[in-house]
């Protein structure tokens, strides 16, 4: 079990209110099997990028399916205007999602290198800094001096204590790469369950009324399992998290539908 594995079963034994499964987690074999354990899976930090990139292409585009099938439109016009907001809103945000990520990185390293050198030019300064930290945070000024004594002996235990205690950054060691295709990926994949009974509608004669309930019906369950697995983030109610989603997706779906209709209305006019 490593540390990330140790604090998922802490957190879920708090929410239980199972305090034997808690005491469990924190036995000091426990602590010490963890740690000495590579932290997290390796795919763990992507979970929440694809998770939401999913979310956002469901909602997306079933929410232009139900505006066009509110207007009334053919199947072609359906699967163009499906696709065409698929495709081109999976890939910016998916390129939103590579350069916020890579812009953090940067700034994370622009500032890293600053503290360094500031350390190198000005280290009595900086140690004065950390010390009003301390004091700040409620330690006696004795204790805060221990601790800014025993931490400033390692310049790159100082440097990572300056990041996160004087301006509250923290090292983000995913690939700004595989953020964006995460995104892209479920984006694309969750967008496109409302299609494919538009497709096989051009094959086979499907009426209009039945090809929107399926999709209505597929988008559903996919925005309720994206709801649930929601949870692997936010760690929430599985139920909760998914019947919330549903209902967000299905008032998205539903304002499209009203001004679709509306716009055919016009176009009418």
Not at 31 to 36: F, G, M, P, Q, R
Not at 94 to 109: D, H, I, K, P, W
Not at 175 to 202: C, E, H, I, W
Request: charged share 20%; net charge negative; hydrophobic share 45%.
């Amino acid at each position: 079990m490593g540390i990330s594995k140790r604090v998922e079963e802490a957190r879920r034994a708090f929410l239980n209110g199972d305090h034997e499964r808690s005491a469990k987690a924190h036995k000091p074999s426990v602590i010490a099997k963890a740690a000495s354990e590579e932290h997290g899976g390796a795919g763990s930090q992507y979970i929440g990028d694809f998770v939401y990139g999913g979310l956002d292409g469901i909602i997306t585009t079933f929410a232009v399916v139900c505006g066009v099938a509110g207007a009334d439109l053919e199947t072609r016009i359906i699967l163009i205007m499906g696709l065409a907001n698929l495709l081109a809103d999976g890939f910016s945000m998916a390129t939103g999602a590579f350069l916020s990520a890579r812009s953090e990185q940067e700034y994370y390293r622009k500032e890293r290198e600053r503290e360094a050198w500031e350390i190198d030019h000005f280290p009595e300064g900086e140690r004065i800094e950390l010390l009003e930290i301390y004091q700040n945070k409620g330690y006696a000024k004795e204790e805060a001096e221990q601790l800014t004594e025993l931490i400033t002996r390692n310049k790159e235990r100082w440097l990572d204590a300056m990041m996160v205690d004087e301006l509250g950054m923290l090292p983000d060691e995913s690939s700004p790469l595989l953020n964006g295709v995460a995104t892209l990926v479920a984006f694309v994949l969750a967008g496109s369950v409302p299609l494919p009974v538009y497709f096989l509608g051009l094959v086979f004669p499907i009426a209009a009324d039945l090809s929107f309930a399926i999709a209505l019906g597929l988008s559903g369950v996919a925005l309720f399992g994206l709801g649930v697995a929601k949870v692997l983030v936010t760690h929430l109610n599985p139920w909760k998290s998914g019947l919330e989603m549903l209902l967000v997706g299905g008032l998205a779906a539903f304002v499209a539908y009203l001004v679709g209709g509306m716009l055919k209305g016009l176009g009418a006019a």
